[in-house]
Structures are given as C-alpha cells and as structure tokens.
C-alpha cells in the first residue's frame, strides 16, 4: 500500500519538480510506515541525517498521521498524511497547512516502478477492523473504497503502457465495497474481462471479511489471470489470543478459507502473518500457533515481534520479555524456512509458466508462477511469459 502511494506521490511531484538521487537533492520525502516501533525509531533517524546534511525534509504516510509530534521534534520541515496526498506540491512549496477534505484518489498520476512490469493499484483506505495492537488504523481510518471504474481504468491504463503484473491493494482488500452491491469479486470480474494478457495479485485479506465472500471469490479466482495466490493473516493459533487481539475470527475460520482454497485449486499459494510474543500469548499458545503452521505449511510466513504502539488497547498490557520474543520468532524462523525448502522441493523437474516481472541479483530475473511461486530465471525479458523447468529449490525461492 505504501508504495502505492509512494508512485502516486512521485507522479505528483515530478509534475512541478525534479526527481534526483538523493545525494543532489534539496528536498527529501519519506513515506512513513508506523507499524512498529523499531521503524519509527529508523525513520526519526532519517530524518535528523537528512536535516542535518541542511536537505528539507516532507514525511508523508501513516507515521506523520499516528505521531506527528515525533515527526516535527526529529526536524521534518512538513508533514502529509495518508489522506493529503494530492498536496505534496503545496507542502513541499510551503508550510501552511491545508486538509484534503475530498480524501479520494480520483485521477491521481502514477510513476509505475521504472524497469518492472508490476504496477500497484490501491483500492480503498482504511479498515473495518478493530485490532487491539494496531496503530495502522489509527493512521489510515475507516474503510473508504474508491470508485470500480477509477481502479478498472487505472488498471486497463496500466495494461495499454505494458505493466504485466497487477498489484490490487489495501489495508483489507475483502472490505472493499463492504455494505454495497460492488464487493471485490464483482471488481475482479470487471478487471479480468479487460484485454490483455496479464496477470492480478489481490492484496491481503482478513479472514473475517473473506469468509463473508468466500464462494464468489473463490469462483472469481478460476479465472487464468487472477494468481493463484491468498494474504491471509492468521497471527496466532490460539482462539483465545485472537479474540484478546479482537480480530474478529477463529482458528477454525482460517482452515475453513485455507481449506477451501486447496481444494478448489492443484496449486494455489498461501501467505500468513504471525505476531510473536502478543502479551497474552503464553508457551501453550504459542506451541498451538507452531501446531498451525505445521499443519497449514504456507508458502510465505510473515513473522513480526509483537511491538506496544501508543494508543492502542494492547499498549498498556504486560509486555513479554524481549528474549522470549525472539526466542518465538527464532523457532517459527526456522520453521518457515524448512517448510519453504519442503514446499519448493517438490517442483524440481516441474515445467511452468511464469511471468518475468523485475530484475534480480548477478544478472538475473525474478518470474511468478501461476500460484505466485518466486522462480529466478537467467534468460528472458521483463513483461514475457515463458515456459521453465525447475531445476533447485531455496526456501524463498525456485531456479529455473
């Protein structure tokens, strides 16, 4: 999402200024993430680098909305929040203070990522949820789905300019539309039907509101152009830790999605996240989360250690001791990366089809499966689709 909103900001200020290295710049903007407290704290430090190299500093994104105090006290010069976007040339020309009343993203221009082949399209802002450790929502605010035929014509834009790749994005994107006719599968039925050959990535879903739209998305998903591939966040394996986290669902409600999915599909990828070491999240608890992810094997284990964020619920429990939160995510670190090696084993030998989407390292390229299988191919070029055999096998990773 934010670097969606990172090209959205780019296209808007190369309109009046210059986009240079950082090193030439007079001015520097920092889309901010404020997620966790070890991000903040490397942000407030950028700041004060770049001021004190006598640059002007604008910080944009969710930390200039959740402590903007923080942001002026490191030495930003001006802030922009999430819903301000379409004033980056008024901040960055001045220093009074205007609100973006309309708070939409109607023909905003874009910057697509230079050399690849994926551009990232946001769908709406904000959530339904009420989690009780996030400062996310306390930064984006309350759903607000943008218009269809807005994203449906960024995405045919997109298309026509030989972007192959199509990221769809949100904090939830199962909430778009949520209380309307238009929900995401009716949004990806219209992007699907456009000409082209291409491919979609949905961004990361809840369960709550996935399992609310679970058949019709399900059904939307056997379209050739939609990547096999589900974002869907568990955090823990513990019922009681999901409802103190108030995440709206339970453990069995997220089998119910995974198991759904599987056998809908031959191949189809997985993606979770886990937060280790939540305050209430005890040794039995965490082993029911290890129990889980055995038992689910995800393609793609995102593992974060659970950080208070001031204003949050979950900021004045008990925290747990540092050590054994990295202790926790330590053990599901090792886990990940042998059921990622498990997984990505057995495709050796296997022909696909992948999309070559960026560049990778010593001169190669990184290339999606179907189901979203990173495989790193030496022949080919960005935006083409090819057949490949598997021939290694990483944890992250395949090498064709």
Do not use: W
Request: hydrophobic letters at 35%; aromatic letters at 8%; glycine letters at 6%.
């Amino acid at each position: 999402m934010n670097q969606g909103d990172t090209e959205i900001l780019k296209g808007l200020v190369a309109q009046r200024h210059r986009i240079c290295a950082i090193e030439e710049s007079d001015t520097v903007v920092i889309n901010s993430c404020a997620v966790l407290g070890f991000t903040e704290r490397k942000i407030l430090k950028k700041i004060m680098e770049f001021r004190a190299q006598g640059k002007k500093v604008l910080v944009a994104g969710c930390l200039s909305a959740y402590a903007p105090e923080k942001v002026i006290e490191a030495g930003a010069d001006s802030i922009l929040t999430p819903h301000e976007l379409s004033l980056v040339n008024h901040r960055l020309d001045s220093s009074e203070i205007i609100e973006n009343r309309e708070k939409t993203r109607n023909e905003y221009p874009k910057i697509r990522y230079e050399g690849s082949s994926i551009a990232i399209i946001p769908i709406a802002e904000g959530c339904l949820g009420r989690c009780s450790y996030c400062a996310t929502r306390l930064a984006r605010g309350r759903l607000r789905s943008f218009p269809q035929e807005t994203i449906v014509s960024e995405v045919s834009e997109a298309i026509a300019q030989g972007y192959r790749e199509i990221q769809l994005t949100a904090q939830d994107t199962g909430v778009y539309g949520y209380g309307g006719r238009d929900r995401l599968p009716q949004l990806l039925h219209k992007v699907v039907n456009l000409d082209g050959d291409f491919r979609v990535r949905v961004g990361m879903m809840n369960p709550t509101f996935a399992l609310k739209i679970l058949d019709e998305l399900v059904e939307i998903y056997k379209n050739r152009k939609i990547y096999k591939f589900l974002h869907l966040p568990v955090q823990s394996g513990d019922n009681t830790v999901l409802k103190h986290m108030r995440r709206g669902y339970s453990v069995e409600d997220f089998r119910e999605i995974v198991r759904t999915f599987r056998d809908n599909f031959r191949r189809f990828s997985i993606s979770t996240d886990i937060i280790a070491g939540y305050p209430v999240e005890n040794s039995a608890s965490f082993e029911a989360t290890l129990s889980l992810i055995e038992e689910i094997k995800p393609e793609i284990i995102n593992i974060t250690r659970f950080s208070p964020r001031e204003g949050t619920e979950a900021a004045d429990l008990e925290d747990i001791h540092d050590y054994i939160k990295k202790e926790r995510s330590r053990r599901l670190s090792e886990m990940m990366k042998r059921i990622g090696y498990e997984n990505n084993k057995r495709f050796i030998g296997k022909r696909l089809k992948v999309l070559i989407t960026k560049p990778g390292k010593n001169n190669t390229l990184l290339a999606r499966s179907d189901s979203y299988n990173l495989v790193v191919v030496k022949e080919g070029k960005i935006g083409e689709f090819r057949e490949i055999t598997v021939k290694t096998a990483k944890s992250t990773y395949m090498i064709a």
